[in-house]
């Protein structure tokens, strides 16, 4: 009962609908431990998934061994648990004891942490991993996660898996798919101002993400003097500009000073709704009840996938092919298509990463591509 009034105290941050179990599974130390990070200020998403992952491996522990993770994580534990969600299904055939025993699977899908059937995706297995070792540095303690033997065993078992990798959206919301999103947002509703500014801003903004568009605030805009819509003609006509001073994301720090600016269209969509929801400090995009009462909470990033889906099924797309993440991706590639440098593109989606943000270009490429092309 305590551990579940203490985390009441990261009620903003982590599911509370899973409040109970994660007090049950959770250990004194480790609560305190995600106490002390989300007063430190660590991302909400990193910190959420870090309590996903910690309750997890918990579970995943006590269903295997009997008792709680130790720490330190002795060398043997961690290639079990590779050994139990890395493993090769057409091996199960022929050897049942082959992966994670029935016994522990049927254990954690009893508690609802086993969703999955067969072998885990290894991306979820080497953020899991990551996250041990980020559980063992912060406890001051030294984990095998970089030894030779784990780090082997990880890499084989990648090698193995017959498992491909998913992207988080199935399709890119491309300008096209954009344009077909916000001709649903054309009648006199407050909410669809908010999502015609959202779907904007997000596009516009560098394909933000669903996190960095619900905390979104008024104190993070600041005015820019107008640009000409021919940046060849400083003659030409001139559109309105926004900066937006991000803070806090999954790859920068809040004192790093990154700023993104929006042009035309969105500053035009995101003034409207300002000025139509009367909101002049604290978040911009907030939730909106049925007899259209604005509400003084932000969306939460689910919020903002919810939206993008409805109205995907308003346009007639498929919403189970598209999430809040297709905003980023689409910019990406509407980007490519658009002759955009590629470190221009990364400079306002603010991608670390260019083996990432390339992908989306060489993927762009394709189709249009001789290479594809040769049996037309």
Known sequence: MQRALQLDALS???PMERRDQLARILTDDDVATLRHLAKEGMGENSLRALASDLAYLEAWAIAATGSSLPWPTPEALALKFVAHHLWDPRQRE???????????????????????EGPHAPSTVKRRLAHWSTLHRWKGLSGPFATPSLRTAVRLAIRASTRPRRRKSKRAVTRDILDRLLATCRSDRLSDSRDLALLLIAFGSGGRRRSEIARL???????????????????????????????????????????VLIVGPPVEALR?????????????????????????????????????????????????TFSAHGLRSGYLTEAARNGVPLPAAMQQSQHRSVQQAASYYNDADRQFSKAARLAV
């Open 12 to 14: 903003a941050i982590l």
């Open 94 to 116: 022929s050897d049942p004891a082959h992966g994670m025993p029935d016994a522990v699977a049927t254990a954690l899908r009893v508690d609802g942490h086993l969703r999955v």
């Open 272 to 320: 409207e709704w300002l000025e139509r929801a009367t909101i002049d400090k604290g978040a911009i995009f907030r939730a909106i009840n049925r007899w259209e009462g604005l509400s003084d909470r932000a969306l939460t990033p689910q919020a903002v996938n919810l939206i993008l889906k409805r109205r995907c099924v308003q346009a007639g797309l498929d919403p189970v």
């Open 217 to 259: 605030r008024v104190e993070q805009l600041s005015e820019e003097s107008p640009v000409p819509l021919d940046p060849n003609d400083p003659d030409s006509a001139r559109l309105p500009c926004l900066a937006i001073t991000l803070g806090k994301t999954k790859t920068a720090q809040a004192d790093d000073d990154v700023r």
